[in-house]
C-alpha cells in the first residue's frame, strides 16, 4: 500500500506538472508516458552530466542552474517542443514540484 500511496505523490508532484505545462505550451508529445520518460532522462541525464561543469559541485545555485538547463535541452528533444517552450516547462514544473514539496514537508514536520 505504501508504494501505491508513494507512486501517486510522484506522479501528482513530479509528472503532471510537466504533462500540464507541456499541453498549455503547445509542446508535440504531453501524454503522460512521454513526460515519464522525459523526467526520467532528464534526471539521469543531468545525475551524469551536472557534476563534470565547472563550479557545480562546489556551488548548490550553479548546480540548479545548469539542472534547469540540462533539463529544458532534455525536454526539447523528448517532448518536442523549442528550446524556449522546453525552458519554460521546466521552469514551471521546478517552482510547482519544490513548491509542494515544501507545503507537505512542513505540514508533515
Do not use: H
Amino acid at each position: 500500500m505504501g508504494i501505491i500511496i508513494g507512486g501517486l505523490f510522484v506522479v501528482i508532484f513530479c509528472v503532471f506538472p510537466v504533462m500540464f505545462t507541456a499541453r498549455k505550451l503547445g509542446a508535440g508529445k504531453a501524454d503522460l508516458v512521454d513526460c515519464i520518460l522525459a523526467i526520467l532522462v532528464a534526471t539521469f541525464v543531468s545525475s551524469v552530466v551536472i557534476p563534470f561543469l565547472p563550479g557545480a559541485i562546489t556551488n548548490e545555485i550553479l548546480a540548479y542552474i545548469y539542472s534547469f538547463l540540462v533539463m529544458g535541452l532534455v525536454y526539447k528533444f523528448m517532448l518536442q517542443a523549442d528550446y524556449l517552450t522546453s525552458v519554460l516547462i521546466a521552469l514551471i514544473s521546478m517552482v510547482i514540484t519544490y513548491t509542494a514539496l515544501y507545503a507537505v514537508e512542513s505540514f508533515i514536520l
